[in-house]
């Protein structure tokens, strides 16, 4: 992407919501705008999301679906207790999932703690996909996170730090406290700062993933408002939690901002992605996320650049699934590595 | 080959064991019928399932008499405690041959697996557990103290949901103290028939339960017959007529509950996603064999285009195709008759003027299939928007104010269901009050509860079926408290035909039920 490009595409995501909330990003227009849009019912949010849960994907398609799981993963360590000892093992499981079987494919990024970024490109070496379409991106939480509790200066150069580390994708946290009392203006202008902090001196950007923490937005109108605001403030993602509170993604709320997603693409012809995280630890729950995701918005949302799983554990299930489904047996957590 | 043409996962169907002839169930036993058998066929494939004994108006006879004496000297003399134990018991049994009678229901009717598996058969066992738990409540059903049964209840059910509406009628009628006959509908009475065995297995006193398979020849015997004290009729606004005027000038209760066609009325600031859901989950669920389906979708105009490109893009996402498949959302339609007449209206819509769309899907090539279809550019003067399709057609209307919207959904001859989409709740209140139909959903569609009574205004029939309601149906006052004890055996000696009890019949042991 060449910088004239990268402002293009700022320029008009920019005149784009101004466009669309009839003026300033202010609290009033913006308030005026995420109030138009039409409510939930969360009851039959909650249905459909079951019903979709009852697919039956079985054999081929099952073991597309645990191919397609796995390329979509950003397998994540985000503990105070992280070294780099344990990143670099983190990365050598991104690589190779499963060293038993060199088929499998490569997970999509890790996500670290800015400070680990360093850590994460070393270990990957060649395979960094350093902006590039092939191997993996490195993941970096950033803005204060998980509670977003700083100055706007501090998440800044929390951002600035990470980027300069070489982190491909930026996972910042919305100010929940800002958007609860309704200061939509301030969780707006924020994400465009977060936004502008992404790019890198060669004119190239990393990705922006906008975490709402939906298990604090407690309704779904909520979740729907903040991902509406996230997507006009220019995320290149909306991501469902920080894993860090104790409720994280659901399927419903998964559900819903895919919806949010579905009617943006409409409206402007522009893809959002979407990132459910913390709390998806077997396969067969990941596999009604990828149900969900054809259903709503379109098998081509199936793919790294738009839709990805934020998950730990969720890798070893899915390859013990995978064992299961080449050998015909079902081989237990010993024949998995840790991580 | 894309990920959403799901590999196919097919339900196994090793747990079902069917025989191929299924006779009659009387007093018990099942027993040939003198009429000439006819058979069953699965309608997305139209291979035959088994052949089905056909009761004539002596097998009819032999039933009624059955349920009397049941009636005389077991089930009336039974605690209202020992009835529930029966009730539970089947219940309970329903719920351990859920996959059987879910697998059974979709072979025979066409209705897609998930539905019979998720719907219909956790259903069953609701409404039985329901009303079990109201048999020894009697008190409390809203007639006063000490009712008592009425005697013998005719009932005859569709083919729409076999073994739900087979539950919504015996379940209430048990409760409240009457034997049974009931008559499934032509083309789905293998539900039916493995609900006996179940009986059997319940061991239900013999006789409490009969069940006679058979054409119009046989319901129309069965709802004739002088034996009977109740008559209970689910199905077309034109049998329902012929029955009530069958059975004008007797004393027997009659409870219809007949067609419908149903608005579904979408607000501007309704929850859109959800909206989107009810309206296909309210014509497309069943096929749109469903009598309080939403055929009508009333959207106010000023979201009409937004709605319509949603529900399109949604309905390209549904799976029409083998039943029996977990994964299908639409199946078959239950007979060749029921395909010609769907076909026939839709044609007519289209000759009307209305703009006919549907999804691209493959149909398979034999068996009975119709694409979801909706229609829009409906006024309320064509066929479309008052006749009764009962297929997967959905007639689109618009309207501007509330208070037109009303008068649009009111202008009908039926009246058993509507829907509204509101974010406001003033509006959703208001709306409902001034809306003729039995049945009013708000903010969703085409959902069912025991505890819930469920009937219909004007043509959609009379009387009402779950809740304290349904159960009053099957209940009489009593006249006095004298009365009350004798009026048990009372209208049995002077209506039903005399038949002598076998000597062998011994009476159930109480015991046996209570455990």
Known sequence: ?339 | MSFLDYAPAPESQALLNLRADYGLFIDGQFVAGRGEPFQSINPATEKQIAMIAHADAADVDAAVSAARRAYDKTWSKLSGSDRGKYLFRIARLVQERARELAVAETLDNGKPIKESRDVDVPLVAAWFFYYAGWADKLDHAGVGPTPSARGVAAQVIPWNFPLLMLAWKIAPALAAGNTVVLKPAETTSLTALLFAEILQQADLPAGVVNIVTGGRDTGKALVGHPGVNLVAFTGSTGAGRAIARSVAGTDKKVILELGGKAANIVFDDAPIDQAIEGIVNGIFFNQGHVCCAGSRLLVQESIHDDVIERLKARLSTLRLGDPMDKNTDIGAINSAEQLARIRELTDIGEQEGAERWSPDCVLPETGFWFKPTIFTNVSTSHRIARDEVFGPVLSVLTFRTPAEAVAKANNTPYGLSAGIWTEKGSRMLAVADKLRAGVIWANTFNRFDPASPFGGYKESGYGREGGRHGLAAYLKPAAGRAAARTVTAAPAASVAPAVASPAEKTPVSRKKAAK
């Not at chain 1, 399927?251 to 409206?267: A, F, G, I, K, N």
């Open chain 1, 1 to 339: 992407m060449t910088t004239s490009d990268t402002a293009m595409a700022q320029l008009s995501t920019g005149e784009r919501a101004l466009a669309l909330i009839g003026g300033e990003a202010t609290d009033a227009n913006l308030r005026r705008y995420l109030h138009g849009i039409p409510g939930v019912d969360a009851v039959g949010l909650e249905q459909r999301a079951a019903d979709l849960g009852t697919r039956s994907v079985k054999t081929s398609s099952k073991k597309w679906a645990i191919d397609k799981i796995i390329s979509l993963i950003d397998l994540t360590t985000l503990e105070g207790a992280d070294t780099p000892g344990k990143v670099r093992s983190l990365v050598g499981k991104a690589l190779t999932p499963d060293a038993g079987d060199l088929s499998c494919p490569r997970v999509a990024a890790v996500c670290v703690y800015g400070d680990m970024v360093p850590h994460a490109v070393a270990a990957l070496g060649s395979a960094h996909s350093a902006g590039t379409d092939a191997g993996v991106n490195v993941a970096a939480v950033a803005t204060a996170f998980p509670s977003g509790r700083a100055s706007l200066a501090v998440k800044l150069a929390d951002v600035h730090d990470a980027v300069a580390a070489g982190a491909d994708e930026i996972d910042m946290v919305i100010d929940r406290g800002a958007f609860l009392s309704g200061r939509f203006g301030q969780v707006y202008d924020e994400i465009v700062a977060v936004k502008q902090s992404c790019r890198r001196p060669d004119g190239g950007s990393a990705h922006l993933k906008v975490i709402l923490e939906t298990g604090e937005l407690n309704t779904y109108d909520n979740v729907r408002r903040a991902s509406w605001l996230a997507i006009l403030a220019g995320g290149d993602f909306i991501k469902t939690s920080t894993g860090k509170v104790p409720v994280a993604a659901t399927l419903p709320v998964t559900l819903s901002m895919l919806e949010v997603v579905r009617d943006w693409y409409r409206l402007t012809g522009a893809r959002v992605g979407v990132k459910p995280a913390g709390g998806i630890r077997t396969s067969k729950d990941a596999t009604k996320y990828i149900v969900t995701v054809a259903e709503t918005v379109g098998e081509e949302w199936l793919t790294p650049g738009l839709f990805r799983f934020g998950a730990s554990s969720l890798l070893n299930d899915v390859l013990m699934q995978r064992q299961k489904m080449t050998s015909g047996h079902y081989c237990g957590p010993d024949y998995v590595t840790m991580d």
